[in-house]
């Protein structure tokens, strides 16, 4: 049976280091986990964010309306797909169909369910832009909606210099205690700030697993990942991706007593 998964990517993973911005690197080495995760058998969604661009909640700070302030950040998503569709093709792999919740028809498809799971039947690798098409929400709460409105197996939560989920802020507290498993619940009542509490609700209730696993571990980016041009997948043996839809065959039926789980550099070395 073919393992489907949603992989959400921030605005923050296209900034690289940066907090707004695009990191050329960075971009390439997201492109290349997203085929190691293809080439490993897996069909990939992508719903990625726009924070780097633009941000829904500095509306007061440019003293503009929330609801256009989410629409601008809504446009930034659509920048940040078509810079990944582009890599994605530039390393050779023409099959990527960018999708949007609010049609621009000269850039991308409209995002329509049934069309989506045909791509992904066909092994496209599908970007989603755009969030859900409304304010009010981060594109975390859409990330979970697709997943679940696909049928995907598990919503890969990529994070940057995280490797999974604490008790605190792993980078303002050094005490900071990781969790291996963790409710939906739990993480709602601690109010951990992993993804937005709607997000966490929404997955609660339809219990979709989500797996949480940092993007750029040592070794799996980098100025070497693009010597793949979609046809030598040597490079790819390396990527984090590849190693969690090949292994981890507990996202296919995750114990009932959590629905997060931590997944550590460890537990996809290869």
């Not at 791509?119 to 990330?143: E, W």
């Amino acid at each position: 049976m073919t393992k489907r998964f949603v992989l959400k990517l921030s605005g923050q993973a296209i900034a690289g280091g940066d907090t707004f911005g695009f990191d050329s690197d960075r971009v390439t080495h997201l492109a290349t986990e997203v085929l190691a995760a293809r080439a490993a058998g897996a069909e990939i969604a992508v719903v990625i964010g726009g924070g780097n661009v633009f941000r829904g909640n500095r509306s007061e700070e440019w003293g503009i309306d929330r609801v256009e302030a989410d629409n601008i950040g809504m446009l930034g998503t659509v920048i940040n797909a078509v810079l990944l569709r582009s890599r994605l093709t530039t390393l050779g792999e023409y099959d990527v169909r960018l999708m949007t919740a609010i049609p621009i028809n000269n850039l991308a498809e409209p995002y329509i369910r049934l069309r989506a799971l045909r791509h992904l039947a066909k092994g496209s690798i599908v970007v989603l832009a755009c969030g859900n098409g409304q304010p009010f929400t981060t594109t975390d709460y859409p990330a979970v909606q697709r997943a679940i409105e696909l049928g995907a197996h598990g919503l890969l939560v990529a994070k940057n210099g995280a490797d999974g989920i604490y008790d605190a802020d792993p980078n303002k507290v050094p005490t900071a205690r990781p969790f291996e498993r963790l409710g939906y619940q739990e993480a709602i009542d601690r109010q951990l700030r992993v993804m937005d509490q709607s997000a966490f609700v929404l997955a609660r209730d339809h219990r979709l697993p989500l797996h949480v696993f940092d993007i750029d571990p040592p070794r799996c980016g980098g100025r070497d990942l693009p010597q793949y041009a979609g046809r030598n997948g040597g490079q790819l043996s390396r990527c984090r991706l590849r190693a969690i839809v090949s292994r981890c065959g507990w996202i296919q039926s995750p114990p009932a007593s959590y629905s997060i789980r931590t997944v550590t550099a460890a537990q996809t070395a290869w």
